[in-house]
C-alpha cells in the first residue's frame, strides 16, 4: 500500500506520512507533485520513498533517516540536514543541502546555483554531496566543512563543470572536481591542488555508493582525473574589514 499525494496540499499529504510511520518503517509517496517538508526531521531506521517531483525543503532537518527521490527535488532539499541519507534520480533546485551538518545527499544528475551553501561539519558530523552531473553558480558558498564531489557526467558539449563564483566566501571543508573545469569561475580565495592517498580513498567510496545508486560503472569514472578545491585562507573576506 502506498500514499497517493496527486494534488492534495502539503499538510495533509505530511500527517499521513507521520501516522504511517508510527507503525512502519518505510513509507512509499506516490503521485507527489510539488508538496513541501516531505520527510522533514526523518528519524533513523525510517525510510520515505517518493515518486514524482518533490517541493522545497524535503528532508529538512533530516535526522538520520533515508529519503529516496524517484524523480526531481525543488530548491532547499535536505536543508540543515543532520545525519543520514538522501538518493535523488533525477535533478535538484537552488540551496542543495543549504545549512547540511552530516549525512549523505546523492544527485544522479544536476543541482541548480548555491549547492552546498553554508555546509558544516564538527568532529565526526561531516556532510557529503554527490553530484553526477554539474552545478550552477555559487557552489560551496561560504562552505566551512565537508566534502563535495562533482562527477561532470553527460555534459553536453559547451556545458561547464560549474557555474561562475564557485566556493566564493568558501572558508572550510573540500570539492572534489572529475575532468577539466573553467578555472576563470572559481573564486580568488580557491586552491587547485592534486589528491593525497587520504583524499583518494575518501573519493573512491563516494563513488562506489553513486555508481551502485545509479547502476554507472565505477570504473570509466575514475579513469578521468580529479582535482580538489580548497580555500586558501580561513578568512576570505578580512581584507574587506578595517581593524581598529
Same mark, same amino acid.
Given at each position: 500500500?502506498?500514499?497517493?499525494?496527486?494534488?492534495?496540499?502539503?499538510?495533509?499529504?505530511?500527517?499521513?506520512?507521520?501516522?504511517?510511520?508510527?507503525?512502519?518503517?518505510?513509507?512509499?509517496?506516490?503521485?507527489?507533485?510539488?508538496?513541501?517538508?516531505?520527510?522533514?526531521?526523518?528519524?533513523?531506521?525510517?525510510? *520515505?520513498? $517518493?515518486?514524482?517531483? #518533490? &517541493?522545497?525543503? !524535503?528532508?529538512? =532537518?533530516?535526522? /538520520? @533517516?533515508? +529519503?529516496?527521490?524517484? %524523480?526531481?527535488?525543488?530548491?532547499?532539499?535536505?536543508?540543515?540536514?543532520?545525519?543520514?541519507?538522501?538518493?535523488?534520480?533525477?535533478?535538484?533546485?537552488?540551496?542543495?543541502?543549504?545549512?547540511?551538518?552530516?549525512?549523505?545527499?546523492?544527485?544522479?544528475?544536476?543541482?541548480?546555483?548555491?549547492?552546498?551553501?553554508?555546509?558544516?561539519?564538527?568532529?565526526?558530523?561531516?556532510?557529503? *554531496?554527490? $553530484?553526477?552531473?554539474? #552545478? &550552477?553558480?555559487? !557552489?560551496?558558498? =561560504?562552505?566551512? /566543512? @565537508?566534502? +563535495?564531489?562533482?562527477? %561532470?557526467?553527460?555534459?553536453?558539449?559547451?556545458?561547464?563543470?560549474?557555474?561562475?563564483?564557485?566556493?566564493?566566501?568558501?572558508?572550510?571543508?573540500?570539492?572534489?572536481?572529475?575532468?577539466?573545469?573553467?578555472?576563470?569561475?572559481?573564486?580568488?580565495?580557491?586552491?587547485?591542488?592534486?589528491?593525497?592517498?587520504?583524499?583518494?580513498?575518501?573519493?573512491?567510496?563516494?563513488?562506489?555508493?553513486?555508481?551502485?545508486?545509479?547502476?554507472?560503472?565505477?570504473?570509466?569514472?575514475?579513469?578521468?582525473?580529479?582535482?580538489?578545491?580548497?580555500?586558501?585562507?580561513?578568512?576570505?573576506?578580512?581584507?574587506?574589514?578595517?581593524?581598529?
Amino acid at each position: 500500500m502506498s500514499i497517493k499525494a496527486g494534488l492534495r496540499g502539503f499538510e495533509a499529504v505530511n500527517e499521513e506520512i507521520k501516522q504511517e510511520l508510527l507503525s512502519k518503517d518505510k513509507v512509499v509517496v506516490e503521485q507527489v507533485n510539488g508538496q513541501r517538508y516531505l520527510g522533514c526531521a526523518l528519524d533513523t531506521g525510517k525510510t *520515505l520513498e $517518493i515518486h514524482g517531483t #518533490a &517541493g522545497n525543503d !524535503l528532508a529538512c =532537518y533530516l535526522n /538520520g @533517516g533515508r +529519503i529516496i527521490v524517484h %524523480g526531481n527535488g525543488q530548491d532547499a532539499l535536505g536543508n540543515t540536514m543532520g545525519g543520514g541519507e538522501i538518493i535523488v534520480h533525477g535533478h535538484s533546485g537552488d540551496a542543495l543541502g543549504y545549512g547540511m551538518r552530516d549525512g549523505q545527499i546523492y544527485v544522479r544528475d544536476n543541482v541548480c546555483c548555491r549547492g552546498g551553501i553554508h555546509m558544516k561539519e564538527f568532529r565526526a558530523m561531516k556532510p557529503v *554531496l554527490v $553530484i553526477g552531473q554539474n #552545478a &550552477g553558480s555559487f !557552489l560551496g558558498e =561560504y562552505m566551512s /566543512g @565537508g566534502t +563535495i564531489v562533482l562527477l %561532470g557526467l553527460n555534459l553536453k558539449r559547451g556545458e561547464k563543470l560549474f557555474g561562475t563564483h564557485c566556493a566564493s566566501g568558501m572558508h572550510g571543508g573540500k570539492i572534489f572536481v572529475r575532468g577539466a573545469f573553467p578555472k576563470q569561475n572559481l573564486s580568488p580565495n580557491i586552491k587547485v591542488v592534486s589528491l593525497e592517498e587520504e583524499d583518494k580513498k575518501e573519493l573512491e567510496g563516494y563513488v562506489k555508493h553513486y555508481c551502485k545508486y545509479f547502476h554507472e560503472d565505477y570504473e570509466s569514472i575514475m579513469n578521468k582525473p580529479f582535482k580538489k578545491l580548497v580555500p586558501a585562507t580561513s578568512r576570505p573576506y578580512a581584507n574587506m574589514y578595517v581593524a581598529n
